[in-house]
């Protein structure tokens, strides 16, 4: 998928970014490619402050408390999938690409992002998986990394979400991904220390490479 390789900037804001700020960025960046379709992409790739996002479509019955009251700021926003959950300690990269440089096809899509976190896990000696009929990578049964994408024009945002170091207590709050019978996980429960700091150049490589990009900071 997208073996061509081209020039993508790549955006890592310091410290802990405000949702509210990363999804205003997006937009900017799917908009200038929306303008100049054939223009660089763009990665972001940050931690966020705790907070909730709902996909467009999304069941407010998955959360577990008032959304007139909730325990950190909750966001009804333009991707597909249900309620989950963003914090410290948790990777968050968001690809604003041409799709139409990449298959066209968002079902696709989904599956290359599933497989970059697989290759992570991979160079962690780390068997990820699949869930027939559901979107995201699961280890020995927990769901460590939740992905969820929009488009306009074919022109992406979103993108996915890795459980590194997180504390999981804010997940007890939704059903995550609207997935009751499954629980989440993060890959300090297998490697013990594992920081952020560490796993950062892993997803970008591996990003890159399943995207054909060569990604130059912005």
Not at 96 to 117: I, K, W
Not at 134 to 143: A, F, I, M, Y
Not at 162 to 181: R, Y
Request: aromatic share 6%.
């Amino acid at each position: 998928m997208g073996r061509t390789s081209s020039d993508a900037i790549l955006l890592e804001p310091p410290g802990l970014v405000p949702f509210a700020q990363a999804w205003q960025q997006q937009r900017q960046l799917q908009q200038r490619l929306l303008e100049d379709p054939e223009g660089p992409a763009a990665v972001l790739l940050l931690e966020h402050q705790p907070c909730y996002t709902l996909g467009r479509g999304a069941d407010p019955e998955f959360l577990r408390f008032d959304p007139a009251n909730p325990p950190h700021p909750l966001f009804r926003i333009d991707r597909g999938g249900e309620v989950t959950h963003h914090c410290p300690g948790q990777l968050v990269l968001y690809p604003v690409l041409n799709l139409q440089r990449h298959g066209a096809d968002l079902h696709l899509y989904l599956r290359a992002l599933e497989q970059v976190v697989i290759d992570v896990l991979s160079s962690l000696e780390l068997a990820g998986e699949r869930s027939s009929g559901q979107t995201g990578v699961w280890l020995e049964g927990r769901k460590l990394a939740a992905i969820g994408v929009g488009a306009r024009r074919w022109i992406s945002q979103h993108g996915l979400a890795l459980n590194v170091s997180c504390d999981l207590a804010g997940f007890a709050a939704i059903v995550p991904c609207g997935i009751s019978d499954r629980p989440v996980g993060r890959l300090v429960d297998w490697i013990p220390g594992l920081t952020t700091a560490q796993v950062r150049p892993l997803l970008l490589e591996a990003f890159a490479q399943r995207f054909g990009l060569r990604l130059r900071p912005g």
